[in-house]
């Protein structure tokens, strides 16, 4: 069944130590590069070679859909600009278009649940599930059959991106009232109360807080019966977007394809891809800490470090495609920088206090 | 008089309201892109012009020296490795090479004051002072002339790149032992006691950390009879590397080049350039947070605020041109984003709480 996953491997661990031992032979002090070390330690461990190759086709898949709760005034703008900026992302002129052209990414755009009549390419509209998902504060999100639709397509997207060359994948999200349904989903794997993961989203004023917090905590009612099956997490409080991305994001790591994680419906549909198929976090790393605040708790269930903190909170993939020149960098250094031997230079006249590059170090 | 700078202008304050205005009126929710929107705001008042011209070409300039007090076990590292390191820069072999690629910025190496009898290109060598500076600890770094010397050659660094057609500078420094003037310099103008300044540099051990302590507790004994005097600071406690980066950072500013700092030595460099040229540092964010605990003191004596905080500690630059990216993002996302209007996009239905991007929020 399309809904389970296989077992996940981890990333190489024989690799993972040849690329510790890299790092002490090029030509700077030991641990000098930090957390870029860790980096490229991850990297080089994800692809099972080092050094690792520069990646060649990073990939950005913006998964967008709408919320049937966003009519109940839960944020600041209306549904109609999900569908409004999938043509903006078609026409180039969002923020993920500039940032990811920056970073050498290209996106990619997917109506999975867009309440529109708007007529979009094929490719766009190929793994649509349906307009819109049910309002989750007082409805199922999905149908059995639509939340296995949803987890087939999201598998399916991420075998055609690395099938295509993808070697590094991002999931991004679009989709207005898409904070509400992933604060529940939080709340429900992080066992947390409505208040501590209700934010501003795109930004509500008091009014609107106070109607999410109200759709949180009704959605959190719904979502606990279910919470510890998390296909059918998805189906009461998820959505089909949401349902996608976290099917891709396990199915990323089934492909032995690193993944920069974004802000907080991302890091919402990873937790619950972390419980699809359990290991698939190894392959994982944290763009960035988001504004929100529950996207701390999905920081601390997965046990990532964000590599950038610049009080983002605007999705699409952005704060994950900010991290990526880091990634890139952290690549390259072990890809292209010469040894102390062959460079002639001299090695310390000190020894090593210590090893500073750890295990795992880069979570 | 050469170590004489001009007044110093500030960044455009009408660019800098136009451009916080436009960053209302593109197609995201306002202030969702955090620092980012500062840091494009930053660079648009630099150039003078919303939007900002997306980097043509940033650069990089290594000032490489050798310092007298290695020589009196204050690093890890024979002081041999400072040539020999510039012979890797030189061949693309370093850290600073593979991550300004990955940037899309060129690196330029000068030997300043190089202690070798290695034959480099005259371009490396057009502006070199001395061999060494002088061990701070006993001697002067630099006669009265030298420092001149120095000074005049960063002026005139800065102007060959701005006149070359640079418009985003980066000063990476290259010189075993330089972690021990540079915590002199600082201590002595944040007025902190020397064990508040030495670091582990390259990584000395325990008996190495004691003899650098003691090192710059006597550099910062004679320090403090000129630290009102910023020439005679960095005759005195300096170098010539040092210097020469100091004049290069406030011509920077003399030309309206924003500039992004690196870590310790840099930022040594950086608050003597801000005593020599008042308000430079309007023209300068800050790339990173050194390991290095005297860069905290930096930071807090610039009133910046860091763009990233990786555990980095190996100089060069890299700190800088990691940041880069972000930079580079941020001036494109102003270049490149369809506003509202231009892409049909509903605005909000809430009204707007509060206007989130602060005059000089970038600091």
Same sequence: chains 1, 2.
């Avoid at 296995?148 to 060359?165: F, K, P, Q, S």
Wanted: hydrophobic residues 50%; charged residues 20%.
């Amino acid at each position: 069944m399309s809904t389970d996953f296989p077992h996940i491997p981890t990333p190489d661990a024989p690799t993972h130590r040849e690329t510790v031992a890299r790092h002490l032979r090029l030509t700077k002090p030991a641990g000098s590069l930090g957390r870029l070390e860790e980096l490229g330690v991850f990297v080089a461990a994800c692809q099972g070679q080092c050094p690792p190759r520069p990646f060649a086709r990073p990939r950005v898949v913006i998964f967008a859909g709408d919320h049937g709760v966003a009519a109940h005034g839960v944020s600041a703008f209306p549904s109609e600009v999900t569908a409004q900026m999938v043509s903006n992302f078609l026409a180039g002129g969002a923020a993920i278009n500039a940032m990811a052209a920056t970073a050498g990414a290209t996106v990619r755009v997917l109506d999975l649940a867009v309440d529109t009549d708007d007529a979009y390419p094929e490719a766009v509209t190929a793994h649509k599930v349906r307009r819109s998902s049910g309002s989750i504060d007082r409805e199922d999100a999905l149908t059995d059959a639509e939340v296995v639709a949803a987890i087939t397509a999201g598998r399916a997207i991420a075998d055609e991106e690395v099938d295509g060359g993808a070697d590094l994948l991002i999931a991004g999200d679009m989709g207005i009232g898409n904070t509400t349904p992933a604060a529940v989903l939080i709340a429900a794997l992080a066992g947390a109360e409505p208040v501590a993961v209700v934010g501003r989203g795109t930004g509500v004023d008091d009014q609107g807080w106070m109607r999410k917090a109200a759709a949180i905590r009704d959605g959190l009612r719904r979502a606990r019966k279910v919470s510890a099956n998390p296909v059918a997490l998805l189906r009461t409080v998820g959505g089909a977007d949401i349902a996608a991305m976290a099917a891709f994001l396990a199915q990323a790591a089934v492909r032995k394809t690193p993944v920069i994680l974004d802000g907080l419906v991302s890091g919402a549909a990873a937790l619950v891809a972390e419980e699809l198929a359990p290991g698939a976090s190894e392959w994982w790393v944290a763009g960035h800490r988001s504004v929100e605040p529950a996207h701390a708790l999905v920081l601390e269930q997965l046990n990532l470090k964000p590599i950038l903190d610049l009080d983002l909170r605007l999705g699409e993939g952005t704060g994950a495609v900010a991290a990526l020149p880091l990634l890139s960098m952290a690549a390259r250094v072990l890809a292209e920088m010469a040894t102390f031997d062959d460079a002639g230079v001299s090695g310390r006249t000190i020894p090593l206090p210590e090893l500073k590059v750890k295990n795992g170090g880069w979570r």
